[in-house]
């Protein structure tokens, strides 16, 4: 809860500074895909990956974008003695300052920014049961957008990111005590910080 009126607190302080100084604002929305990877390696083949897609609104303030995601991500861990998998659905509060550049009818810009990730609801496996909250987490993301004029209110919003996210509670306390058995679930080979790209495609509306 504090993090979603923290971000609301944001998003009205982008919005009155875009007010104040006359900058172009539009809104609008659409869907997202998403793929991150961990593999450490070492003596033992392991692999942990993710796969999430969803949907996604965006405030856009010429120099800050704000976004609120939806979406459902399924983990898939893979070692030599077989795999398991864990879904989730997550709310995605993400904040992103970017740079336009405009070449008329079409505008290019880079993004860096961050995201948090709140677990909404976790189907995990039988032998596993771990609070929503404990998989919460922090991305930092940055890649680059473009903007294309499909009339003079609407156009076409495209963007590529890379993200690399911060270990969560459960993980953080997974390495504190090292177990056995379990560790290697979560955190193989001590190195699962996830990362990977994320594509959005939607429709801007200027305002």
């Excluded at 398991?84 to 709310?91: I, V, Y």
């Amino acid at each position: 809860m504090k993090k979603i009126a923290a971000f609301l607190c944001v998003l009205a302080a982008a919005g009155t500074f875009a007010y104040a100084q006359n900058s172009a604002m539009s809104a609008g929305g659409g869907s997202l895909f998403s793929m991150s990877f961990a593999s450490p390696g070492g003596s033992q083949e392991v692999t942990l990956q993710e796969i999430d897609s969803g949907v996604f609104i965006f405030f856009d303030a010429a120099y800050i974008e704000a976004s609120v995601n939806i979406y459902r991500g399924t983990y898939k861990y893979t070692d030599t003695g077989g795999s398991d998998t864990l879904s989730q659905t997550n709310l995605g509060l993400a904040i992103f300052g970017k740079y336009p550049i405009d070449l008329g009818g079409i505008t290019f810009f880079p993004l860096l920014g961050f995201e948090s990730q709140v677990c909404i609801t976790t189907t995990q496996p039988y032998n596993f049961s771990v609070a929503a909250p404990n998989f919460n987490a922090l991305w930092f993301k940055a890649g680059l957008g473009c903007d294309y004029s499909l009339c003079e209110k609407l156009y076409l919003r495209t963007e590529i990111l890379f993200g690399r996210k911060l270990n969560n509670s459960i993980e953080k306390e997974i390495l504190k005590d090292n177990s056995p058995g379990v560790i290697s679930f979560f955190m193989p080979g001590k190195k699962s910080f996830m990362s990977g790209p994320t594509v959005k495609i939607g429709v801007g509306c200027r305002l």
